[in-house]
Each structure stands twice: as structure tokens, then as C-alpha cells.
């Protein structure tokens, strides 16, 4: 039992380029999220899906989109890369929305 | 919008002294959630709290929700160097952002040996 799955683990890309983090649950879970977590800052919801088929924005959407796209994935992508987006991303995934209890390990991600 | 602030910062302990760190949200909560972030990791849901006044033990961490469900906290007793991380809470907006956790800063504990 993985729980919930990102690759990759560390990436560095180029500003301009494009990339797509990927998530997967093994739990059934309806609710999936992807964060972004910053030096000193909390985790920020960029999107998240109550369920398959739909997607939400949350505090921080410029930049990313999202495709949910069965009940155990959940990619973020980056159509072109700025600096500003240098973080760790977490996807996490939930029973129930709001209530988020597990994570994956994270994406760290440099943008030169 | 919602904000959940978190204090300290940052807190520095001796081995075996306790810690407490405070989260207080601008708007009412309908529950509030805490987590532990170990350097490097990725955050470990420890517990969610629902009601009013509702303190909730975890061996030597303790849980509690105010009464206006406006604030919460964390007490560590007797800490140890396996407590070292960062200790958030979040909480959920409300109508609309309802389905949003808002997390707070965050409180990093250090614990020296």
C-alpha cells in the first residue's frame, strides 16, 4: 500500500519550459490536492479535486493547471516555468474534502 | 480572506522541557487539523479537532480547540529530539472556501540534547 504516490522527486528546469508533476492514490479517495510550500511559509492550495471529473481553483492557481484524470490520478502542470514557482509540491489526497490526511513526498522543484 | 496565524516561530527546547505552540484563526472554525513536518519530509496528520473545548491527548502531545473555536493549541510534555519538525494547523474557510484548508506558518521546535 504506497498511499500517494509523486514523481519526480527533484527536477530542475529552465524558465520558459514546461513540465508535468504527477500523483496517484491507491486509497480510493475522492478528494485530491496539489500545495505548494515555500521557505518559512505554510502549505498555499494551488488546485484540488472534490472528485473525478472535477477541478477546483485554490489560493494560488496562476500559473498551473490541473487534470484529475481517473478517481486515482492527479497531475499539475507547469505550461511555462517562471522562478516565482521554485518549491516543493505536495499532492495529497483525502476521504472527505477539507480534510486532508495524507501526503506524498513531495516534488522539489528549481526554475533557473 | 481567512488567515490562521501561528506562534512562535520558532522555539528552541532543552531536552525534557515542554512546548506549546498556538494557532489562532480569524473566523470560526468548523474543525481544526494539526500536523508535524519532519526536515526534509512531507507533513503527518496527527489529529483533527470538531468541537468546542475539545481536548484530545496523543501520548505526550495534547490537543485542544477554544471555546469560540476561534483558537487551538499544541503542549508537548517532557520533549524528546524525535519532536523536532515543524508543527502546523489548518483550518477550513467558510462558505464558499469550505472545501479550502488554510494552513498556518507553522512552528519549528528544536530540541537540544
Known amino acids: 500500500n504506497a498511499g500517494v504516490t509523486q514523481t519526480p522527486k527533484f527536477q530542475v528546469l529552465k524558465t520558459g519550459q514546461s513540465m508535468t508533476l504527477q500523483c496517484a492514490q491507491d486509497m480510493n479517495h475522492n478528494s485530491m490536492y496539489w500545495y505548494r510550500q515555500d521557505p518559512g511559509m505554510g502549505l498555499r492550495l494551488i488546485y484540488y479535486s472534490a472528485s473525478e471529473g472535477t477541478t477546483d481553483k485554490g489560493e494560488v492557481p496562476n500559473g498551473y493547471n490541473v487534470s484529475r484524470l481517473n478517481k486515482r490520478e492527479f497531475s499539475l502542470r507547469l505550461e511555462s516555468a517562471a522562478p516565482s514557482q521554485t518549491s516543493v509540491y505536495f499532492c495529497?489526497?483525502?476521504?472527505?474534502?477539507?480534510?486532508?490526511?495524507?501526503f506524498g513526498d513531495g516534488t522539489r522543484l528549481s526554475i533557473l | 480572506g481567512q488567515q490562521v496565524m501561528q506562534i512562535p516561530q520558532y522555539q528552541h527546547v532543552q531536552e525534557g522541557e515542554d512546548f506549546t505552540t498556538y494557532c489562532n484563526s480569524s473566523?470560526?472554525?468548523?474543525?481544526i487539523q494539526w500536523y508535524k513536518q519532519r526536515p526534509g519530509g512531507h507533513p503527518v496528520f496527527l489529529i483533527q479537532l470538531v468541537k468546542s473545548g475539545e481536548v484530545k491527548k496523543q501520548k505526550r502531545l495534547t490537543f485542544q480547540f477554544g471555546e469560540a473555536k476561534k483558537n487551538s493549541s499544541l503542549h508537548i510534555t517532557a520533549t524528546q529530539t524525535t519532536d523536532v519538525g515543524t508543527y502546523f494547523c489548518?483550518?477550513?474557510?467558510?462558505?464558499?472556501?469550505?472545501?479550502?484548508?488554510?494552513f498556518g506558518k507553522g512552528t519549528k521546535l528544536s530540541v537540544i540534547p
Open positions: 495529497a489526497s483525502s476521504e472527505f474534502l477539507a480534510t486532508v490526511r495524507h
Open positions: 473566523t470560526t472554525l468548523s474543525n
Open positions: 489548518a483550518g477550513p474557510g467558510s462558505g464558499a472556501g469550505s472545501y479550502q484548508l488554510t
